[in-house]
């Protein structure tokens, strides 16, 4: 059975700082990932994905994510922080062909 | 390019009452998913449709049913409202069949009060 860990709730940075978010996920074989952003009000709008090429995935807005196998992680990171990035982040896993399956989200507060 | 439309946007129902959610993809687009968010439960899967054919379904009762038409658009309706039911309702389409691959296009929802 496939499932994802999003590590924490909730993360609160200061402007210009540096941004983690965490998640783990648990599949049977290599699944797809991605990394999806909801702003208040809003739908889902995707950041990036992995599909098993590069392990370094570049996203839209200067975020970017490492594929671990090892380790089971796909963290979501951006090298500084923009106002404009407070929302709530979801990791996503997905097996071909099937359904997706959404981490419980972490709310991403940046701070002036 | 317009992006994906659901309406209505905001409704309150009562329980016992059934209602109808409506989400236009984007055009060429044929897959159409159907979510249901809230605070305690997060994002769950409810059904998935392709070419007005249910692909797959998630883990919610028969009250939740859904529909594709052959133009894409695609309504969800669910009978016999509980409180519980409250929720944001988003849709999402995509152009690929396959979901480990497609990027998912989402609507802004329909936000859902059961009173």
């Known amino acids: 059975a496939q499932s994802v860990t999003q590590l924490d709730s909730h993360v609160s940075v200061s402007e210009g700082t540096p941004v983690l978010l965490r998640c783990n996920y648990s599949?049977?074989?290599?699944?797809?990932l991605f990394w999806y952003v909801q702003h208040p009000n809003k739908g889902l709008q995707l950041l990036l994905k992995?599909?098993?090429?590069?392990?370094l995935v570049k996203g839209i807005n200067g975020f970017e994510a490492e594929f671990k196998k090892s380790e089971t992680s796909f963290h979501l990171t951006k090298p500084s922080a923009h106002m404009s990035d407070a929302a709530e982040y979801f990791c996503v896993v997905t097996p071909w062909g099937g359904k997706l399956i959404f981490g419980q989200g972490t709310e991403l507060s940046v701070k002036p | 390019k317009a992006g994906v439309t659901q309406t209505p946007r905001y409704l309150i129902k009562t329980r016992g009452q059934q209602v109808t959610l409506s989400c236009s993809p984007i055009?060429?687009?044929?897959?159409v998913s159907w979510y249901q968010q809230t605070p305690g439960q997060g994002l769950q899967f409810l059904f998935e449709y392709f070419s007005e054919t249910q692909r797959n379904k998630g883990n919610f009762p028969g009250r939740f049913s859904g529909r594709q038409f052959s133009n894409s658009r695609s309504e969800m309706n669910v009978s016999t409202l509980e409180l519980g039911d409250s929720a944001l309702y988003l849709c999402?389409?995509?152009?690929?069949?396959?979901?480990?691959?497609?990027?998912?296009?989402f609507g802004e929802g329909s936000r859902l009060t059961v009173l």
């Open positions: 599949s049977s074989y290599s699944p797809s």
């Open positions: 992995y599909t098993s090429a590069a392990t």
């Open positions: 055009s060429g687009h044929r897959s």
């Open positions: 999402a389409s995509s152009l690929s069949e396959d979901r480990a691959n497609g990027e998912l296009f």
